[in-house]
């Protein structure tokens, strides 16, 4: 029997000091104008560097990486309650070594890669020198994958690659960029693409703007556009054809830490929104003395926890098989569930600190376009939601000859008399004891 809810104190101390040094020296990083993935820039890197250094001092550095990586090999659990603490500052992902998308890249490489691939593009990855984009949606598709044209011809010992990419975020940045793009037209569905690593530098790879996420001051995602862009056989990442296997794997990983985060940017907003209950005056007494502020603060503490307890669970389970794609349906459904859980404590956060709250001030209003993000990026809610109907009904589907089972109450009484009989004939005749 082994179900326990407890940090280990070792560990816990490791969170505490996390906790602090995130509040302390990385949070306030966030409001300097300069932008963590940035890293030209010299002013964010005399900040971020001795921070990173104590990081690693710390034995913290990369948590989501096994040992020959570089990383703790702590493994889900330990990363899930991290992260509760590095989702809430903006920094900190980068200050922690575990910074989306370079994470999800990190690991395909680290997978699939080549030797000459890893050393070339998978350590100063590691190192954050440089920064990396996964390029996979386009303008005209992004949740149905069938959808995308960017093709890749062999031309001689190249591969040639045109097309336009929507949303590569942190493209402006980045040194390489990993391309999904199709080869085989004509293969099944799930065969029909491959993925390449291609230097930003790549004559005919143009940014044609970065676009913001609603209230970011700049861009940070890229529209791209690929024109003839010519790249080395040997930039081919994994096997031809296995774009689909590879990107579920990234993407699996991807989606339970944006859930950890969000854990972690919700436990911020109830903070918020329980300091300011408890002190703002109105005639009678505070906030916290009405009912219906009582509603919001419990309805919040509710969910958080619910939602916590199912990323802590899937990431227990994802130590238990190290295998994503067994826990599917839960990675699936928490991702469905993050956006409702967010948007919803991020709106009583905002009702609890009125006309503040809605103001440019506050970063609450974010936090609701960040909860419409969540049901987005990395694939929308609906497509989850099928996801884990699918999954969950496929037990029921793999019944051979699946027949519509007779469970009235009729019948499951007529049943338990065959199963205890009534010798004495006192229990009242089936149909009439239904009625
Ligand atoms: C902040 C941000 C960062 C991103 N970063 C990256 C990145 O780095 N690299 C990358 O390649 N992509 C990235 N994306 C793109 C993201 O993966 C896509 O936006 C997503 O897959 C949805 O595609 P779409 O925007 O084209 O929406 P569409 O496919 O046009 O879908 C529009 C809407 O239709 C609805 N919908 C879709 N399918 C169904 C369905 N089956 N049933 C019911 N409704 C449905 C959904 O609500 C969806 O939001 C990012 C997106 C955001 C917002």
Not at 261 to 268: D, E, F, H, L
Request: glycine share 10%; charged share 25%; aromatic share 8%.
């Amino acid at each position: 029997m082994a179900w326990d809810f407890e940090t280990d104190p070792e560990f816990q101390a490791k969170l505490d000091w996390m906790q602090s040094f995130v509040d302390e020296k990385v949070e306030p990083l966030g409001y300097l104008g300069i932008h963590p993935y940035d890293v030209k820039n010299e002013r964010r890197n005399a900040l971020v560097q001795p921070l990173q250094d104590e990081v690693k001092r710390q034995g913290l550095w990369a948590c989501h990486l096994g040992p020959e990586l570089g990383g703790q090999g702590y493994g889900q659990v330990k990363l899930g309650l991290m992260n509760e603490i590095i989702g809430g500052a903006s920094f900190a992902p980068i200050v922690f070594g575990c910074q989306a998308p370079d994470t999800g890249n990190a690991e395909i490489i680290a997978h699939y890669g080549t030797p000459e691939q890893k050393e070339q593009y998978l350590q100063p990855l590691l190192d954050n020198r440089i920064v990396s984009a996964f390029s996979m949606t386009e303008p005209q598709g992004g949740s149905d994958p069938t959808a995308f044209v960017t093709r890749a011809e062999q031309d001689g010992n190249h591969w040639k690659i045109n097309g336009e990419k929507w949303f590569s975020t942190n493209g402006k940045w980045a040194e390489f960029l990993i391309v999904m793009a199709v080869t085989d037209p004509d293969a099944p569905r799930h065969e029909r693409m491959s993925m390449f690593i291609v230097p930003i530098d790549t004559p005919g790879v143009e940014i044609v703007r970065n676009v913001g996420v609603y209230g970011q001051p700049d861009g940070s995602e890229s529209y791209v556009r690929y024109t003839d862009v010519r790249v080395p056989a040997d930039h081919l990442l994994g096997e031809r054809g296995g774009a689909f296997a590879i990107s579920q794997t990234r993407l699996g990983g991807g989606r339970v830490h944006h859930a950890m985060r969000t854990v972690g940017n919700c436990k911020k907003l109830l903070d918020k929104m329980s300091r300011r209950a408890v002190s703002r005056t109105t005639r009678t007494g505070t906030l916290a003395d009405y009912q219906g502020v009582q509603f919001d603060i419990a309805d919040s503490y509710i969910e958080l926890e619910q939602f916590k307890l199912f990323v802590l669970k899937t990431a227990w389970t994802i130590d238990k098989y190290q295998d994503y794609r067994r826990v599917r349906k839960d990675i699936a459904a928490i991702k469905a569930l993050m956006p409702t859980v967010y948007a919803n404590i991020a709106k009583r956060c905002i009702h609890i600190h009125g006309s503040l709250g809605v103001s440019n001030e506050m970063p609450f209003v974010g936090g609701l376009i960040g909860a419409m993000v969540m049901g987005i990026a990395d694939g929308p809610t609906e497509v989850h939601k099928v996801t884990v109907a699918k999954q969950h009904l496929k037990q029921y589907r793999d019944v051979k000859d699946p027949v519509f089972p007779d469970y009235s109450l009729l019948n499951r009484r007529a049943l338990a008399l065959e199963l205890y009989p009534d010798p004495i004939g006192d229990i009242q005749d089936a149909a009439e004891a239904v009625a």
